[in-house]
T-cell receptor, first 109, second 114 residues
Framework: DAKTTQPNSMESNEEEPVHLPCNHS???????IHWYRQLPSQGPEYVIH???SNVNNRMASLAIAEDRKSSTLILHRATLRDAAVYYC??????????FGTGTRLTIIP | DSGVTQTPKHLITATGQRVTLRCSPR?????VYWYQQSLDQGLQFLIQ???????AKGNILERFSAQQFPDLHSELNLSSLELGDSALYFC?????????????FGDGTRLSIL
C-alpha cells in the first residue's frame, strides 16, 4: 500500500477556501487518488477522486501534482458542515481502502 | 444517503455472546466490504466479498466470519465476544470493477460489549 502523509489537523474560517494537502510519494502508476471524509458519528463519505488531471465535482476540487506524488483537496467555500476528518487514499479499485490518520478539519464560525 | 443500509444501528450485548450485523449494498453494487473502527485502531479493513465470493481478508479475527448472499446483502457474524470488540462496524459497497469506482459507506453499527 502506498504511504500517505497528511497534517493531523487544520483550521479554517467559515466561507473561506480550504486547501488540504496530501503527500503520496510511493503511489503506483495505476492508483487513483481518492478522498473521503468522515463527519462525526457517520460513516466515511466519498468526496472526489482523480488519476492525473485536476478534477471538480459539486463537493470539491482535486489538484494533482504533475509527478503525482502529492495532491490537494480544495473546498471552495467551507461551511460548518465540512468539519470532518479527511482522508486521501491511493486506490486502484475493487480492493480494500487503507485509511491513515487523516486531517481533522475544524471550521471556525 | 449513500444507499447502503446497515442494521441494527446499535447493539449492546455481553461478553461471550454472538451477534450478526447486516448490510444491504447500493443497488447494482457487487462488492461489499466490512471495516471496523475503534478508538485506538482507526478504520481497519476486515473482509471483502464480490458477487458472493470472498475476495480479500484483512485483520479479521477467527471469531469473526462473514458471507454474501445471492441477493448480494452481507452479514458479519461476531462470536465469543470480548470487551475489545466494542467498536463501530461499517459496511461499504462498490460496483466492483475499475479503478475509478468509489466505495459508499453505510452509517455503521455501534457494538457495545458489557
Amino acid at each position: 500500500d502506498a504511504k500517505t502523509t497528511q497534517p493531523n489537523s487544520m483550521e479554517s474560517n467559515e466561507e473561506e477556501p480550504v486547501h488540504l494537502p496530501c503527500n503520496h510519494s510511493t503511489i503506483s502508476g495505476t492508483d487513483y487518488i481518492h478522498w473521503y471524509r468522515q463527519l462525526p458519528s457517520q460513516g466515511p463519505e466519498y468526496v472526489i477522486h482523480g488519476l492525473t488531471s485536476n478534477v471538480n465535482n459539486r463537493m470539491a476540487s482535486l489538484a494533482i501534482a504533475e509527478d503525482r506524488k502529492s495532491s490537494t483537496l480544495i473546498l471552495h467555500r467551507a461551511t460548518l458542515r465540512d468539519a470532518a476528518v479527511y482522508y486521501c487514499i491511493p486506490y486502484f479499485g475493487n480492493e480494500k481502502l487503507t485509511f491513515g490518520t487523516g486531517t481533522r478539519l475544524t471550521i471556525i464560525p | 444517503d449513500s444507499g447502503v443500509t446497515q442494521t441494527p444501528k446499535h447493539l449492546i450485548t455481553a461478553t461471550g455472546q454472538r451477534v450478526t450485523l447486516r448490510c444491504s449494498p447500493r443497488s447494482g453494487d457487487l462488492s461489499v466490504y466490512w471495516y471496523q473502527q475503534s478508538l485506538d485502531q482507526g478504520l481497519q479493513f476486515l473482509i471483502q466479498y464480490y458477487n458472493g465470493e470472498e475476495r480479500a481478508k484483512g485483520n479479521i479475527l477467527e471469531r469473526f466470519s462473514a458471507q454474501q448472499f445471492p441477493d448480494l446483502h452481507s452479514e458479519l457474524n461476531l462470536s465469543s465476544l470480548e470487551l475489545g470488540d466494542s467498536a463501530l462496524y461499517f459496511c461499504a459497497s462498490s460496483v466492483g470493477q475499475g479503478g475509478n469506482q468509489p466505495q459508499h459507506f453505510g452509517d455503521g453499527t455501534r457494538l457495545s460489549i458489557l
